[in-house]
């Protein structure tokens, strides 16, 4: 599939493989993928198919065996651990399945984390932005446990996007939310990229989770097997019943 | 998964060894302190043993009181007894002999003996088979003006035979040529000792003595040491005691043991706060890890385990550590022991012995103290698990929950540190004997600090506050971060904190206490001293020779001097023994200050007596009355009380005697201080130095001090007291420290989520580490204040019945514990930091 735009994270041949010798199990097996600026990318596939590694490699939270992975104009396997943790501070945002937030912590520092982390003062304007997208006025100053799942995941997203990062990675965003929960949760990651130009790449095993992307990959034993449109919740059923 | 096993394996690891380490501590010091005493006693054994081979019967005077320790000097044998001693028919041989204590100098014309070690004037016999110390190498002394002396200290000192040597006791300074050097059982030191043999007139000279301290007698063939013994009992005066040559051993040695027996006992003292420390880290690793493995215990539940059988896994887990950790601790108490000997051999005390003596009462006492602690700290945490039930297995999510203090164990926290108040002003202000007091006060202490301790949850989260405030200023999230997480679980951060606590508490306690003795004798020499100078022995505490005062006297510019001597007494319906103090009536007063009773003091005579107010009070003693009193050398006495003086400076005692009586009646030939005043204008500075000289040229043991210079001297002996004690504290205090480090360790593997999650959002790895260095830190402040504060109560508490003391707070210090709390949080903090910042991010953000 032919992409509009420049490359804003970009994989080269990238191979993974866990453990030595005859136990070595090879995750990903030359992967080469390109993810476009401003677009919602959602990968799927079977468990162990190796999804969750690719994500891993390209947010520079584990390293390839062999091969290189480009973000914003900067080649990261070679980054030593300052670096890469600067890169992950500054040009991305993450929202894990769950256990997102420190408890110790509100709301409102929740999502200024990666901010406060770096010693720098937030945005005010494009946080009270943020904060209005979320929909989380009234319980910014409530801690992770006074929140419901659904909210505990939108200041996830909310603290992912208050660095301003150049990518988002989603894993399994709503992997431990109800159907309605999730719904508001894609819906906000949706607008994060039709509202603010945002780049959001997500892992999901959930059709209709992906079916809020624009582009949907596949992959199966290491390897991208589908790389287009993502369509209707049915049509990525079905794609994924024939990858199997 | 390996992976993550083998990681939570080594951590447990990491927490037995630390654990172990928390109990080990205290049973190495118990360990190490019966050892190494052991061993000094055992050594004593042989060499009084082996010394008294010869000798069959011993004889020696008979003490009412011994004021040996007090520095008090011994009565003597009258000449007459070795007469009738060897007119005895079963007495083959019989030979006085004396030996006591002197001084003898350096090549370096000071003192001989580091650490206090003391030197001895002693007699050589005329039969060899009397005698203790045999010559190693060139002979024995032929005229007056030959010593031997110990092998040791001639080595030590690089004396050559030939050699002069000074030595001074009662009379005046003497230089005598060395002919020999001696060995005691087989070994060249007396315990470290410095010992000077002489002939035996020449030795009484030197000690002013016309008796002999003991006589040694052989039987003739066929007659048993006992039957002699029998036979001299039934013979000579009460005024002597008799032993056979193998008792009188066992009595010395007894006497050395008694004497160590205080140094025991501190060294438990201090051992029993390590182990207390200990219990308080074991109590919290415990509850900690109870906590974390509460899903498991409910599993355990589910699948048809007992409450017993729960209960059960957790008291074997606290018995394997206990019973791990006294082991350790007893095989490093044997190590510290030997240290401490080769330490002693380092200093010159060379102690005659093969090892270290393991009593069987050592294992048993170091390995059943230790267990028990252990089991008793973790009894509370393994009960908790019992009362998990089976469901908790199915709820999700196995982090503890922040749950407040409980009302109950703040409640009884509350009662128990009111009580250990209670207690200890019973002990303080109720007349107890001072044993019981002790152990109120101890017992009282105690509870005061395990209240203080189930109470602090509460207090945690403002001190958190407050100490924690300064690193949220400066160090923005980090600091907010670690604040959060001292007080996330309240309950955890007090106990690891309260185990500082206890440290810091002592610290505070005696080093105020130390201050107020400071400045309470520095207030008494200044507010009462009217003399010009002080003249003490340059040990500054033995007393010296008679003739030193007259010979200052002499010196111009002198006025006047008055001496003090200081014994002991019994004195009838008093409980215990009453200290009496000797003093010249017509000078006292002039050169010293005392509130009430200078009149009395200035007309006391032989038969009188002057008491002081308190003992006035306690006794319900009026002037007018007459007491009946037994002196040390076993005469009795009527002292009509005089008059009642009240003394601020507490240099005279209960009871005030003449000198003259003192050396008549109490046998004390001695002077213990001495005041002199100056003639109007004389130049302070000259006189001193020509005393100063006077004193070198004669009667080197004494020195002449400015009151200043007495403060100062004073201050240092203090100050040393005191540095020991810190030394001794410090072990608590590293308890306590590995306390944080356990907690920290098993607070970061709860918490290895929350730290993946802040690396992958960009937290640096020093930022981790600084998180948890800022926590140690915080928490060990906590512990820091809290100790503080209770260190000053407790010391504002105990100093209150003590009249006219000096309450000072010496603030720099306490700033400075704080400080050295604080870096010392910063050190535990090291390993924790590293494990938390090497946390691999992926590993940390794993969800199954």
């Known amino acids: 599939m032919n992409l509009p735009g420049p490359l804003l994270v970009s994989a080269a041949d990238i191979t993974r493989i866990y453990g030595e010798g005859e136990a070595a199990v090879r995750a990903l097996d030359g992967v080469t993928v390109g993810f476009p600026k401003g677009r919602f990318t959602a990968i799927m596939g079977p468990s162990g198919s190796g999804k969750s590694t690719l994500m891993h490699i390209l947010a520079g939270l584990d390293r390839p065996t062999s091969g290189s992975v480009v973000l914003d104009d900067v080649e990261i396997t070679k980054l030593d651990d300052r670096r890469l943790t600067e890169l992950r501070r500054e040009r991305v945002g993450f929202v894990f399945q769950s256990f997102n937030l420190l408890p110790v912590l509100d709301a409102r520092e929740n999502i200024v984390l990666p901010l406060s982390i770096a010693g720098k003062r937030p945005d005010a304007e494009w946080l009270d932005k943020l904060i209005a997208t979320v929909g989380l006025g009234d319980r910014l100053d409530h801690r992770p446990s006074e929140l419901s799942g659904g909210q505990q995941q939108r200041v996830a997203v909310a603290r992912a996007l208050a660095s301003k990062p150049a990518v988002v990675f989603a894993d399994e965003p709503t992997g431990n939310l109800d159907s309605k929960s999730s719904a508001e949760l894609l819906e906000l990651l949706r607008r994060s990229v039709d509202e603010f130009g945002q780049t959001v790449i997500m892992v999901t095993h959930d059709p209709t989770a992906a079916s809020y992307a624009d582009r949907l990959l596949v992959l199966a034993d290491g390897r991208i097997v589908h790389d287009g449109e993502a369509n209707t919740a049915e049509d990525v059923l079905d794609l994924m019943k024939a990858v199997g | ?848």
């Open chain 2, 1 to 848: 998964m390996r992976k993550v096993a083998l990681r939570g394996l080594f951590a447990r690891k990491l927490r037995l060894v630390l654990t172990a380490l928390a109990v080990a501590l205290g049973v190495t010091l118990i360990a190490g302190t019966y050892v190494f005493t052991d061993t000094i006693n055992r050594s004593f054994d042989r060499i009084f043993a082996e010394s008294a081979k010869g000798t069959d019967a011993s004889v020696t005077p008979a003490k009412a009181i011994d004021t040996s320790d007090n520095g008090g000097t011994q009565p003597t044998i009258p000449v007459s007894v070795l007469r009738q001693v060897r007119a005895q028919d079963d007495v083959q041989s019989a030979d006085g002999s004396v030996f006591d204590v002197g001084t003898v100098l350096g090549k370096d014309g000071k003192r001989i003996g580091q650490g206090g070690a003391p030197n001895f004037i002693a007699s050589v016999a005329d039969q060899p088979r009397f005698d203790a110390f045999t010559v190693k190498q060139g002979r024995k002394p032929r005229t007056p003006d030959e010593v031997t002396i110990d092998a040791s200290t001639a080595r030590k000192q690089k004396f050559e035979l030939g050699d002069k040597i000074a030595v001074v006791a009662t009379a005046p300074r003497k230089d005598y040529t060395i002919v020999g050097f001696t060995q005691i059982a087989g070994v060249d030191s007396f315990g470290g000792a410095t010992v000077v043999d002489m002939q035996l007139p020449e030795a009484q000279r030197m000690l002013g003595k016309t008796g002999f301290d003991q006589i040694q007698v052989a039987a003739k063939p066929g007659v048993t040491p006992e039957e002699l013994r029998d036979e001299l009992r039934s013979e000579l005066s009460r005024s002597v005691e008799v032993r056979t040559g193998q008792e009188e051993a066992r009595k010395q040695s007894s006497d050395i043991r008694d004497n160590l027996g205080f140094l025991t006992t501190a060294l438990l003292v201090f051992a029993g706060i390590s182990l207390f420390v200990g219990a308080f880290i074991i109590f919290n690793t415990f509850s900690i890890t109870v906590t974390q493995r509460m899903r498991e215990f409910a599993l355990l539940r589910t699948l048809g385990a007992s409450r017993s059988q729960v209960m059960r896994s957790v008291i074997t887990e606290g018995l394997t550590i206990g019973a791990f950790g006294s082991i350790v601790g007893l095989a490093l108490g044997v190590l510290v022991a030997g240290g401490l000997r080769a330490l002693f051999k380092a200093v010159g005390v060379d102690l005659p012995s093969e090892g270290n003596v393991i009593a069987s009462r050592t294992i048993i006492v170091s390995l059943v103290v230790g267990t028990v602690v252990t089991l008793l700290s973790s009894l509370a945490p393994a009960l908790r698990a019992t009362r998990v039930p089976p469901v908790e297995a199915l709820r999700e999510g196995a982090v503890p929950s922040a749950h407040g203090p409980s009302r109950k164990v703040t409640v009884a926290g509350v009662l128990l540190g009111a009580v250990g108040i209670g207690l200890m002003c019973i002990g303080l202000f109720g007349s107890l004997s001072d044993n019981a007091a002790l152990s109120l006060m101890g017992g009282g202490a105690l509870a005061t600090f395990l209240g203080v301790a189930l109470t602090s949850p509460y207090l945690v989260r403002p001190l958190a506050s407050l100490v924690g405030r300064p690193f949220e200023r400066t160090r923005g999230i980090t600091g907010r971060l670690a604040r959060e997480n001292t007080i996330r679980l309240p309950g955890r951060t007090a106990v690891t904190a309260a185990a500082l606590m206890v440290g810091v508490t002592l610290v505070t306690f005696v080093s105020i206490f130390a201050s107020g003795i400071r400045e309470t004798i520095a207030k008494a020499v200044d507010d009462n001293l009217t003399a010009a100078f002080v003249v003490q022995n340059t040990d500054g505490f033995s007393p010296f020779s008679a003739r030193v005062l007259p010979t200052i006297a002499r010196v111009d510019g002198v006025s006047e001097v008055s001496a003090v001597r200081f014994s002991q007494a019994r004195v009838q319906g008093v409980e215990g023994e009453t200290p009496v103090s000797g003093i010249e009536p017509a000078t006292f007063t002039r050169l010293y200050r005392v509130s009430e009773g200078a009149a009395a003091m200035r007309a006391l005579r032989d038969g009188q007596t002057v008491i002081s107010k308190d003992f006035a009070d306690k006794e319900k003693i009026e002037a007018g009355q007459t007491l009946q009193v037994t002196t040390p050398v076993g005469r009795r006495l009527s002292l009509r009380v005089a008059g009642i003086a009240d003394d601020k400076g507490d240099m005279t005692t209960s009871l005030t005697v003449t000198n003259d009586q003192m050396l008549s009646a109490f046998g004390e030939p001695k002077d213990a201080f001495g005041m002199v005043r100056l003639e109007p204008g004389a130049n302070e500075p000259q006189v001193q130095a020509q005393m100063s000289r006077v004193l070198e040229r004669q009667f080197p043991e004494a020195e002449v001090l400015t009151a200043d210079e007495f403060k100062d001297n004073i201050a240092g002996q203090v100050n040393q007291l005191l540095y020991l004690i810190y030394a001794l504290l410090a072990l608590a205090i590293i308890v306590s420290l590995f306390g944080i480090v356990n907690t920290l360790v098993l607070s970061i593997s709860e918490r290895t989520r929350e730290l993946g999650l802040l690396r992958a959002v960009g937290t640096t790895r020093r930022q981790v580490k600084r998180v948890v260095r800022y926590e140690a830190v915080i928490t060990s402040l906590i512990g820091g204040v809290l100790g503080i504060v209770l260190g000053i109560v407790l010391a504002v508490l105990f100093t209150r019945p003590l009249d006219d003391f000096t309450l000072s707070i010496p603030v720099p210090s306490l700033v400075v514990v704080l400080v050295l709390a604080g870096l010392a949080g910063v050190g535990a903090a090291i390993l924790p930091a590293r494990r938390a910042a090497r946390l691999d991010v992926l590993d940390a953000l794993a969800y199954e």
